[in-house]
């Protein structure tokens, strides 16, 4: 491979999480369409427990967070973690950059994930070009801008609130960090850490595509040279360029996509309820409690994503009892799920990914936001982006099972069902165009290359 003439060599540097890992690698296969090496180098844990690809146009490398026995589990806290890794990882890295320096195709160019400013330190130490990689909306992004440079300031106590380029927000519109003050601290002082050194960036990539977030995006434009790159989903669901691109190709969780997708065939076009809350699931006993009876009294097949940590809240005998009405599974396969014609709805912790997925792939949502930016995604699917409803919470914190079922009623047979379709077929048709030849978030990625090569 090293005797290969390559445009120039990539080296990309996710948080080691799968839903950062995933987008970075799924933009890393664009960047070796356009000619490029791309290298995705993640932790050693990761890189030993997670399911790599058989075959890739990927290279894969690691670093040390200084817990390669265990990962994040290892160290205790998130404070601990992040402290650690900017000090082994910024040598390790370092290490890296060296060992390639001599090569064929030296590094010319680091994108990391914000979550890890300090990668941007190490690529400019060596005189490289460095690119910040944001896995959230644009427009999440720029709430936390405020934030950090003390444009937005905490805690809110007047409301609406209105940020340039924004809907008008209300304080439940905003990132649980913001709207729940003092609640996991160490994660807000982490997304604000983001832009500790962000204008230092020589380019600012955003998983987004502009039709989606123009405003947002003009408005941040002004204060960073921001390049929207999304959506970064395989492409055989977008334009089927690369070809052969039908999986991310990493995969934290083990799951059998035969299972669903045989007993998805027998149900009829969109007359299924898919529920997934992500990979960092945690819903309380009474929440899992208050969708089984939801889902049991719906008139709807649901297929439901319970991670086997989450197994044990499932009401007793839950699953027996659904028979064939429902499936519970462990994990899946979301893309192949979500574009299965019988799927009609998408019930969702609102992630971004998974937002972005459903958008991608024409598929209207029911939203229960968790924490951190699903909150803001949610508010922007149901009122900007018109493909869903966003249900309510009760007083006691809890989503009960009456407001569930109106919910999946009125995305899948109520008044403003078919609105939600087209709307959702309209953003489809949108983020397919952004990434095809000559669209917006195509054109973006050859800019973004040409600064670098020709630098």
């Known amino acids: ?5 390559y445009r120039g060599h990539v080296l990309a540097l996710p948080y080691p999480r799968q839903g950062h890992i995933n987008p970075l690698l799924q933009f890393s296969k664009r960047l070796v369409s356009k000619g490029l ?16 690809p058989s075959s890739s146009s990927l290279q894969f490398d690691t670093i040390s967070d200084g817990y390669d026995e265990g990962g994040f589990a290892q160290a205790g806290s998130i404070h601990a973690y992040l402290n650690r890794m900017e000090t082994i990882g910024s040598k390790t890295l370092a290490d890296l950059i060296i060992k390639n320096k001599n090569t064929a ?7 990391y994930d ?14 490289i070009f460095g690119a ?17 440079r003390g444009l937005l300031k905490l805690p809110i106590t007047s409301t609406p609130i209105s940020i340039p380029g924004l809907p008008v927000l209300e304080l439940e519109d905003m990132p649980s960090f913001i709207s729940v003050p003092g609640s996991c601290p160490a994660y807000f002082e982490m997304v604000l850490n983001q832009f500790s050194n962000s204008d230092k960036a020589d380019a600012v990539l955003v998983n987004t595509f502009y039709e989606l977030e123009p405003e947002a995006v003009d408005s941040m434009s002004k204060v960073c040279q921001l390049l929207p790159i999304g959506p970064t989903i395989p492409s055989f669901y977008l334009d089927k360029r690369p070809e052969h691109d039908n999986d991310y190709g990493l995969n934290l969780f083990v799951s059998d996509s035969s299972v669903c997708k045989n007993w998805l065939n027998t149900k009829p076009e969109g007359s299924v309820i898919y529920l997934s809350f992500g990979s960092m699931a945690s819903l309380s006993n009474k929440q899992m409690e208050e969708l089984a009876f939801a889902l049991k009294g719906s008139k709807f097949h649901f297929l439901w994503v319970v991670m086997a940590s989450e197994e044990e809240k499932l009401p007793e005998k839950f699953v027996e009892e659904i028979g064939n009405k429902g499936l519970v599974v462990q994990w899946c396969s979301q893309l192949e799920v979500l574009s299965n014609k019988a799927i009609g709805c998408f019930l969702t912790h609102c992630g971004w990914n998974s937002t972005l997925e459903a958008l991608s792939l024409g598929v209207p949502m029911v939203g229960m936001p968790q924490w951190t930016d699903q909150t803001t995604n949610a508010k922007y699917f149901w009122d900007v982006w018109k493909v869903g409803v966003r249900a309510k919470v009760s007083k006691n914190g809890i989503v009960e099972r009456e407001e569930i079922e109106f919910c999946i009623k009125e995305v899948m047979e109520g008044e403003r069902g078919k609105d939600f379709q087209k709307n959702a077929k309209k953003w489809m048709d949108l983020a397919v165009k952004a990434v095809s030849e000559g669209g917006s978030s195509d054109k973006n990625i050859d800019e973004f290359v040409a600064k670098f090569i020709n630098s």
């Open 132 to 148: 910040a990689f944001f896995t959230q909306t644009c427009a999440v992004n720029f709430i936390y801008y405020h934030v950090h």
């Open 114 to 127: 914000p979550f890890l400013p300090w990668a941007l330190e190490v690529a400019k130490k060596f005189g």
């Open 37 to 52: 090496k791309a290298t995705v180098a993640t932790t050693l844990f990761i890189h030993n427990t997670m399911q790599l």
């Open 105 to 111: 195709n030296p590094i010319d160019c680091i994108i």
């Open 1 to 5: 491979m090293e005797n290969k003439a």
